[in-house]
């Protein structure tokens, strides 16, 4: 087979204690899955039916890299999320069988152009410009569950230049895992290398340049990103 272009590389994420890497095949990010940054943006904290946005496998950033600031926004945000990664492929994958399709966890940032996806919000429009531009799935490396098991409980911290922003247990979720993964599986195949971003605490706010990011979740290790200049 021939191509008119060169393919771009395959987007991958570390493996802990690895040389290997997972193959980035998409990322599925829930909305709103903390109670209390439910409300924090303005929304009924309510176990409504959870929804899902995504972001582009080429958005991968990993630890310890220094990220541009974006284009085209003054309100540029972090959020400190748990991640899913899918080893195991699967359809309607009934809740009580769901973490036997998972490879592994790592922790995660869902950066955010948040001034575009509030604007977009508002009108009505896909979020994608505010939450699928580049960089902006910083994912730190995974570690398969028979080392951590799988997190249900435990500390999920933030901090911006060593003062903390974000403090929340993942017990707080308010669609767990299983329900996460049983959910998004009734309308996409899931497969190897799908990543799951599971949502955000409280506590969401700006980054600037020159800004060090750190994600602290408890068993999963720490993520640290730096803000550059932009392109």
């Keep these: 087979m021939s191509y008119i272009f060169n393919p771009s590389p395959i987007p991958t994420i570390a493996v802990a204690d690895s040389d290997a890497r997972i193959p980035v095949r998409r990322i599925f990010c829930v909305g709103r899955n903390y109670a209390a940054h439910a409300v924090e943006m303005g929304k009924n904290p309510d176990r409504d039916p959870p929804f899902f946005f995504t ?126 993964i049983s959910i998004l599986s009734r309308s996409m195949h899931l497969q190897p290398g799908d990543l799951i971003m599971t949502g955000t605490p409280a506590g969401v706010g700006p980054l600037n340049v020159g800004d060090i990011c750190t994600v602290t979740i408890e068993g999963l290790g720490t993520l640290t990103t730096e803000i550059g200049p932009g392109e």
């Design 55 to 180: 972001k582009p496998a080429d958005a991968v950033v990993g630890n310890r890299e220094t990220i541009p600031y974006p284009p085209e926004t003054q309100n540029f945000h972090y959020e400190a999320e748990l991640v899913v990664v899918i080893g195991t492929a699967g359809r309607n994958i009934p809740e009580e069988k769901s973490l036997d399709h998972v490879w592994g966890y790592a922790v995660g940032n869902d950066l955010t152009r948040r001034d575009l996806q509030l604007e977009a919000r508002e009108k009505g429009r896909p979020w994608d410009w505010g939450k699928a531009f580049d960089h902006s799935a910083v994912i730190g490396p995974a570690h398969a569950i028979a080392s951590v098991g799988h997190p249900s409980k435990g500390s999920i911290s933030l901090s911006v230049n060593g003062e903390v922003k974000q403090d929340a247990n993942l017990k707080e979720l308010i669609w767990s895992v299983p329900e996460i």
